[in-house]
């Protein structure tokens, strides 16, 4: 079957920090790969997703990057972190189907102080 | 573009009572649809979804959704609730690919004793 691990958990970060978040789906292969942040009371606002090893589309312009150095592997970065980063960033997967649900990793809490 | 509204930011609701929360979206055309559940810093988990055929459509722990074409609807349903249920949710509705998915802003479902 398949997981998706992301990790860290919870961070805490002062603000001008760089910033990695991982992800990884295991049990398939060739994957569109998503990031998500999600606000209080905001719903979930779709930050980058990848069909393919190095192709990665942006939805919002920010202060955030993201990458897919490995079919099964998606990092979200940021060279300096500012206060608006904080949130709670979801990690997600489908299969390249239309229809196709997202699966959903355990989030990181993100706290920029 | 698409758009979702979940009409209730909060539903109390006691244990063993019914419940519906509700999801309406803009588009006529052909979508999809998706019920999730977040638990308290966790990720989203799929609670069912429609693609296509039967209105009537059954999840896990219970819940079902019918999806109504003219008006645009597909409220989530469940007969008799759990303290275990209470999560927010949220509807989701999609055209084409999954980077395409739109999320409502959820609903905070609270089961009291």
């Known amino acids: 079957s398949q997981t998706i691990h992301q990790w860290p958990a919870t961070l805490v970060q002062p603000v001008g920090s760089p910033l990695s978040l991982e992800c990884t789906v295991e049990g398939t292969s060739n994957p569109n790969l998503y990031w998500y942040r999600q606000a209080a009371g905001r719903g979930l606002q779709l930050l980058f997703y990848s069909v393919g090893i190095g192709q990665i589309s942006s939805e919002v312009p920010q202060n955030l990057s993201a990458s897919r150095p490995q079919d099964r592997q998606f990092i979200l970065s940021s060279k300096k972190l500012l206060l608006s980063d904080s949130g709670f960033y979801l990690c997600?997967?489908?299969?390249?189907?239309?229809?196709?649900?997202?699966?959903f990793g355990n989030g990181t809490r993100l706290t920029v102080t | 573009a698409q758009s979702v509204t979940q009409l209730d930011s909060q539903v109390p609701v006691f244990e063993e009572a019914p419940v519906e929360l509700r999801c309406n979206y803009s588009s006529s055309v052909s979508v999809y649809l998706f019920w999730y559940v977040q638990y308290p810093n966790q990720g989203l988990q799929l609670l069912l979804k429609?693609?296509?055929?039967?209105?009537l459509v059954k999840g896990i722990n219970g819940f079902e959704a019918e999806f109504n074409k003219s008006q645009t609807s597909f409220h989530l349903r469940k007969p008799s609730v759990h303290i275990s249920d209470t999560a927010e949710y949220f509807c989701a509705v999609g055209q084409g690919g999954s980077e395409k998915l739109v999320f409502g802003k959820g609903t905070k479902l609270t089961v009291n004793p």
């Open positions: 429609y693609l296509s055929g039967s209105t």
């Open positions: 997600a997967w489908s299969v390249n189907s239309e229809g196709s649900p997202l699966h």
